[in-house]
């Protein structure tokens, strides 16, 4: 079964400071990745996916994150926050096999940028 | 302009009710979800639906139920088998073309049931 973590629950930052909200998956099969960004009380909003290729993936909003197949890891980057990215971010994984395909979500990381 | 819409965006349930929420997408995917998320606990899958009328029991199935007779159409019941129903509540789309990039979700604005 797969499994993500999302190692911090809380990351605070000061505005314009860089960030990094880290995800570790479980698979011992290939897997697609991807990160949402979630807004109070809205739906969830596609930031980035990785499903091939590059390993370094740019999004929207400046994010970007990169695929670490040996560490099973798919870190989330920004080089300068703002006070709009305040926000919930998930990381999600789904596998690369025939059946279930929904995404496995971690508990996400909640995003406060100070001024 | 296509995209998932939910409805309603609130909703109330009294006790022994059974309450049903819409969700519709005109992006024509095929594959369709249901998640429930809580405080502090990610999303969780409730059922989902690869095709026109069939659907699959997800991690947490036990208290709802769903059809899907139409593609655009996913409704999710909430029964008062459901002890603990008050979450918010998140319906998706993928396309499912079987290639990876059919693979990303898209999801809905949410609803939010209350228990009163």
């Known amino acids: 079964a797969q499994s993500v973590t999302q190692l911090d629950s809380q990351v605070p930052v000061f505005e314009e400071a860089p960030v990094e909200l880290r995800c570790n998956y479980s698979?011992?099969?290939?897997?697609?990745l991807f990160w949402y960004v979630q807004y109070p009380n809205q739906g969830l909003q596609l930031l980035l996916k990785?499903?091939?290729?590059?390993?370094l993936v740019k999004g929207i909003n400046g994010f970007e994150a990169e695929f670490n197949k040996s560490q099973t890891s798919f870190h989330l980057r920004k080089p300068s926050v703002h006070i709009s990215d305040t926000a919930e971010y998930f990381c999600?994984?789904?596998?690369?096999?025939?059946?279930?395909?929904?995404?496995?979500f971690g508990s996400g990381t909640r995003l406060q940028v100070q001024p | 302009d296509g995209g998932i819409t939910q409805s309603p965006k609130y909703l109330f349930r009294k006790e022994g009710q059974n309450v049903t929420l819409s969700c519709e997408q005109n992006l024509n995917h095929d594959a369709m979800y249901w998640y429930r998320q809580d405080p502090g606990q990610g999303l969780r899958l409730i059922y989902y639906?690869?095709?026109?009328?069939?659907?699959q029991k997800g991690d947490i199935a036990e208290g709802y139920s769903v059809s899907r007779e139409k593609k655009e159409s996913f409704p999710l019941t909430v029964t008062s088998a459901q002890k603990n129903p008050t979450a918010f509540y998140l319906c998706?789309?993928?396309?499912?073309?079987?290639?990876?990039?059919?693979?990303?979700?898209?999801f809905g604005p949410g609803t939010r049931l209350l228990v009163l």
């Open positions: 990785y499903l091939s290729g590059s390993t």
């Open positions: 639906s690869q095709i026109v009328n069939d659907f």
């Open positions: 698979s011992s099969v290939s897997v697609y």
């Open positions: 999600a994984v789904i596998t690369h096999y025939t059946g279930r395909r929904a995404l496995t």
């Open positions: 998706a789309s993928s396309a499912g073309s079987g290639k990876a990039s059919g693979e990303t979700q898209y």
